[in-house]
């Protein structure tokens, strides 16, 4: 078990940062998501928590003692690959021994333990096959199991499900998760689907080039994104962001309605937009609601059937496009008049000039 | 006006049959969505359909003339493929005029650009046109890729997972702009992929082709709310829809392992069979009539998977927003029952006897 510690952790390459300072504290026990678009240096990050990179400046330390410089293997960290690195000579049980035969553990020894991972991935029957025969999920669960079985202090997984179909990904999450929580293991994960993340993570570090956004509970970056791209990056779609006008009493968008302004926003919004007025306001698509008395209005673009749902496209204010989470019920043809309210608890607000959220006063 | 009929389309290889007594058609206008997992014989159909390919047995009738013997050119078709395969040297100005610059058209000039111009504005891509197109994103390349099949004005686009090199934020936009293109143009489209999502939110229509068959065909809605086999119903919804073992006993529908139980609809129910019940159709209510274990909890942000055991049975429910339920908790839970799907054990949908 294992607590691993990032201080002030950089990475360049040449001139240019793959990673810039980053913090943080991954607890014992606890799952940390490091989620972003390809070319954010999530993996790097990871690579260099592993050891098979170094640090530019900066220290890593586990559990309390620094390990900047430690080779990966005295770091007693295992890592979990996109693809799966068997090794296709070997059987399924000499794959998940191997890590233990190149310790020179003994043969019993070996035994008890890889028929405990075995049965906990629920894979006995695979032992005898050749890796190359299975499926693309029970490969991984052969990997996650060659990595289980050497109880590692912490687990590293870089994008673990991204080779795997749809449907198999959503099971294998599930399975990973569930083997999270019955061997609390620290683990740090790397992917760039925030579905994966907000389903997987305790917490989950959002970054963008080279530099974290924002590091919350899934509820935090969901509800509460610090700025303009966990808005966007996390949900899907992602929050509604459109401009506006807001004075004391109330917010405008353009010439497609106006609402009081939800409580405990005044003051913070004066106080960060120092008389600017201008701002862009924030809501996630469920916060809308189709409503013929709502004080906002548009034309539907397009409609999406998701099965247990609909998305309703609005365009408002000539260019911009809103999504709409509705209920089956009504159907909206193109060009059909909607008008829409919002939810006042779930408006947020972000400054356009730094893109950066405006949190309304604690209530 | 263009009506496009496969009629009894097979397609043989040495080693399997790709295409099965294939036969659906779609209308002037339609948006028809070929969907199914890898290897189904999506893309052979799109070959057919373009004169590409020579199916082995059955025709494709064009507005009820047979243009079996006609040459792709002849057929008056565009395709859009998952690779962009623009020209990277030339500007995207070019790269859309091209097509209208063949030597079998020979269009003039200030007609291309008229016509170039228009397809642009539609895409959102005006301010690009006179960049290579190697400078472009994904995103921009597909747009373009699109754009060079509109500015042809053909018969028919006949699209092959054109979103599925793009990530996820890029898909979900190109899929709404797509859509909406091809409702403003009332352009003809069959458009293939293996994405359930694509297929239920983009689709006037959907064919689910599976191993070389069609296995269904109709509205998004029929897909989803009357799945006619297994298959179907485990194809399209995320997630998966609950599939149980299930008796009927005395009017009661029970399902094994679990003391799920049911008043038996009016149907022709044999002695075993499989309930379907979709995960947003399990609504925890403390006053239902069920009891389950939390088992894993997935929130993910709009609405939350829960991974229920209801006496031995795993049955995965949805909720929407943030759940109150804690993983290990005991809920009680209600089912959706005029929402229940009822299959044989063949597969096939069970329904009721015509009357």
Same mark, same amino acid.
């Given at each position: 078990?294992?607590?691993?510690?990032?201080?002030?952790?950089?990475?360049?390459?040449?001139?240019?940062?793959?990673?810039?300072?980053?913090?943080?504290?991954?607890?014992?026990?606890?799952?940390?998501?490091?989620?972003?678009?390809?070319?954010?240096?999530?993996?790097?990050?990871?690579?260099?928590?592993?050891?098979?990179?170094?640090?530019?400046?900066?220290?890593?330390?586990?559990?309390?003692?620094?390990?900047?410089?430690? %080779?990966?293997?005295?770091?007693?960290?295992?890592?979990?690959? !996109?693809?799966?690195?068997?090794?296709?000579?070997?059987?399924?049980?000499?794959?998940?021994?191997?890590?233990?035969?190149?310790?020179?553990?003994?043969?019993?020894?070996?035994?008890?333990?890889?028929?405990?991972?075995?049965?906990?991935?629920?894979?006995? %029957?695979?032992?005898?096959?050749?890796?190359?025969?299975?499926?693309?999920?029970?490969?991984?669960?052969?990997?996650?199991?060659?990595?289980?079985?050497?109880?590692?202090?912490?687990?590293?997984?870089?994008?673990?499900?991204?080779?795997?179909?749809?449907?198999?990904?959503?099971?294998?999450?599930?399975?990973?998760?569930?083997? %999270?929580?019955?061997?609390?293991?620290?683990?740090?994960?790397?992917?760039?689907?925030?579905?994966?993340?907000?389903?997987?993570?305790?917490?989950?570090?959002?970054?963008?080039?080279?530099?974290?956004? !924002?590091?919350?509970?899934?509820?935090?970056?969901?509800?509460?994104?610090?700025?303009?791209?966990?808005?966007?990056?996390?949900?899907?779609?992602?929050?509604?962001?459109?401009?506006?006008?807001?004075?004391?009493?109330?917010?405008?968008?353009?010439?497609?309605?106006?609402?009081?302004?939800?409580?405990?926003?005044?003051?913070?919004?004066?106080?960060?937009?120092?008389?600017?007025?201008?701002?862009?306001?924030?809501?996630?698509?469920?916060?809308?609601?189709?409503?013929?008395?709502?004080?906002?209005?548009?034309?539907?673009?397009?409609?999406?059937? %998701?099965?247990?749902?609909?998305?309703?496209?609005?365009?408002?204010?000539?260019?911009?496009?809103?999504?709409?989470?509705?209920?089956? !019920?009504?159907?909206?043809?193109?060009?059909?008049?909607?008008?829409?309210?919002?939810?006042?608890?779930?408006?947020?607000?972000?400054?356009?000039?730094?893109?950066?959220?405006?949190?309304?006063?604690?209530? | 006006?263009?009506? @496009?009929?496969?009629?009894?389309?097979?397609?043989? @290889?040495?080693?399997? =049959?790709?295409?099965?007594?294939?036969?659906?058609?779609?209308?002037?206008?339609?948006?028809?969505?070929?969907?199914?997992?890898?290897?189904?014989?999506? =893309?052979?159909?799109?070959?057919?359909?373009?004169?590409?390919?020579?199916?082995?047995?059955?025709?494709?009738?064009?507005?009820?003339?047979?243009?079996?013997?006609? =040459?792709?050119?002849?057929?008056?078709?565009? @395709?859009?493929?998952?690779?962009?395969?623009?020209?990277?040297?030339?500007?995207?100005?070019?790269?859309?005029?091209?097509? &209208?610059?063949?030597?079998?058209?020979? =269009?003039?000039?200030?007609?291309?650009?008229?016509?170039?111009?228009?397809?642009?504005?539609?895409?959102?891509?005006?301010?690009? &046109?006179?960049?290579?197109?190697?400078?472009?994103?994904?995103?921009?390349?597909?747009?373009?890729?699109?754009?060079?099949?509109?500015?042809?004005?053909?018969?028919?686009?006949?699209?092959?997972?054109?979103?599925?090199?793009?990530?996820?934020?890029?898909?979900?936009?190109?899929?709404?702009?797509?859509?909406?293109?091809?409702?403003?143009?009332?352009?003809?489209?069959?458009?293939?992929?293996?994405?359930?999502?694509?297929?239920?939110?983009?689709?006037?229509?959907?064919?689910?082709?599976?191993?070389?068959?069609?296995?269904?065909?109709?509205?998004?809605?029929?897909?989803?709310?009357?799945?006619?086999?297994?298959?179907?119903?485990?194809?399209?919804?995320?997630?998966?829809?609950?599939?149980?073992?299930?008796?009927?006993?005395?009017?009661?529908?029970?399902?094994?392992?679990?003391?799920?139980?049911?008043?038996?609809?009016? &149907?022709?129910?044999?002695?075993?069979?499989?309930?379907?019940?979709?995960?947003?159709?399990?609504?925890?209510?403390?006053?239902?009539?069920?009891?389950?274990?939390?088992?894993?909890?997935?929130?993910?942000?709009?609405?939350?998977?829960?991974?229920?055991?209801?006496?031995?049975?795993?049955?995965?429910?949805?909720?929407?927003?943030?759940?109150?339920?804690?993983?290990?908790?005991?809920?009680?839970?209600?089912?959706?029952?005029?929402?229940?799907?009822?299959?044989?054990?063949?597969?096939?949908?069970?329904?009721?006897?015509?009357?």
């Amino acid at each position: 078990m294992a607590t691993i510690e990032l201080r002030k952790v950089e990475k360049k390459f040449g001139d240019s940062h793959a990673v810039k300072p980053l913090d943080l504290t991954i607890g014992d026990g606890e799952f940390v998501v490091l989620l972003g678009p390809s070319g954010c240096g999530k993996t790097t990050t990871l690579r260099m928590i592993s050891g098979l990179e170094t640090v530019t400046t900066g220290t890593i330390l586990l559990n309390g003692k620094e390990v900047t410089w430690n %080779h990966p293997s005295e770091r007693d960290m295992a890592f979990v690959f !996109q693809f799966y690195a068997l090794y296709s000579h070997l059987s399924v049980r000499q794959n998940i021994a191997f890590p233990l035969q190149a310790q020179g553990m003994k043969r019993v020894d070996i035994d008890r333990r890889v028929k405990e991972v075995v049965d906990i991935l629920r894979i006995p %029957h695979l032992l005898r096959s050749r890796p190359g025969k299975l499926s693309g999920g029970d490969q991984q669960r052969v990997a996650l199991a060659r990595a289980l079985v050497r109880r590692p202090s912490a687990f590293l997984m870089d994008e673990p499900l991204g080779a795997l179909d749809a449907e198999l990904r959503e099971s294998m999450r599930a399975e990973i998760k569930n083997l %999270h929580i019955a061997q609390h293991a620290t683990t740090v994960y790397v992917t760039h689907d925030q579905v994966e993340a907000m389903a997987m993570g305790d917490r989950i570090v959002v970054m963008s080039k080279a530099e974290v956004q !924002q590091v919350g509970t899934p509820m935090e970056v969901y509800y509460n994104p610090s700025n303009l791209f966990v808005a966007r990056f996390i949900g899907s779609p992602g929050m509604n962001l459109v401009k506006g006008r807001v004075s004391r009493e109330s917010v405008i968008i353009g010439d497609c309605g106006k609402s009081p302004l939800p409580a405990g926003w005044n003051a913070s919004l004066a106080r960060s937009l120092d008389g600017l007025d201008e701002v862009l306001m924030g809501f996630r698509p469920e916060a809308a609601r189709v409503s013929a008395n709502g004080p906002f209005g548009g034309e539907v673009y397009s409609t999406d059937m %998701h099965g247990a749902y609909t998305v309703l496209h609005v365009r408002i204010c000539g260019d911009e496009i809103v999504h709409i989470r509705s209920d089956r !019920q009504t159907s909206y043809p193109m060009g059909t008049p909607v008008r829409f309210d919002l939810d006042p608890d779930m408006v947020r607000f972000f400054d356009p000039r730094t893109e950066a959220a405006i949190r309304r006063e604690a209530t | 006006m263009s009506r @496009f009929e496969l009629q009894h389309i097979t397609r043989r @290889f040495p080693t399997v =049959t790709a295409l099965d007594d294939v036969s659906f058609s779609f209308a002037d206008g339609e948006f028809f969505v070929l969907l199914g997992p890898t290897g189904a014989g999506k =893309t052979t159909t799109l070959r057919i359909i373009a004169g590409l390919e020579k199916q082995d047995g059955g025709s494709i009738l064009l507005d009820g003339q047979n243009i079996d013997s006609h =040459t792709p050119a002849e057929r008056d078709v565009a @395709f859009v493929f998952q690779q962009y395969s623009l020209y990277p040297t030339m500007t995207v100005y070019d790269n859309l005029a091209f097509p &209208l610059r063949s030597p079998m058209r020979k =269009t003039p000039e200030p007609e291309i650009k008229k016509k170039v111009e228009d397809a642009a504005e539609k895409l959102r891509i005006t301010q690009l &046109l006179k960049r290579k197109t190697a400078q472009l994103s994904g995103g921009e390349m597909q747009r373009v890729a699109i754009g060079r099949a509109i500015v042809r004005e053909p018969r028919l686009f006949l699209m092959d997972e054109p979103l599925s090199n793009l990530d996820a934020k890029l898909r979900e936009a190109l899929r709404v702009e797509l859509k909406h293109l091809q409702k403003t143009q009332g352009s003809t489209t069959l458009f293939v992929t293996h994405d359930q999502i694509e297929a239920l939110t983009m689709a006037d229509r959907i064919a689910v082709l599976n191993e070389g068959r069609i296995v269904q065909q109709g509205t998004p809605d029929d897909i989803y709310d009357k799945p006619g086999t297994t298959f179907v119903a485990q194809l399209v919804g995320t997630p998966k829809i609950n599939l149980l073992q299930a008796a009927r006993q005395d009017g009661t529908v029970r399902v094994a392992d679990s003391g799920l139980s049911v008043p038996a609809p009016k &149907l022709p129910l044999p002695a075993s069979f499989l309930l379907g019940i979709r995960p947003e159709d399990i609504r925890p209510d403390p006053k239902g009539a069920f009891t389950a274990k939390v088992v894993l909890i997935e929130p993910l942000g709009v609405e939350t998977i829960l991974h229920l055991r209801s006496g031995s049975l795993p049955i995965v429910g949805l909720v929407p927003g943030m759940a109150a339920q804690k993983t290990g908790e005991e809920i009680r839970f209600d089912i959706v029952q005029e929402k229940l799907h009822y299959f044989g054990t063949d597969g096939m949908r069970i329904v009721g006897d015509a009357l």
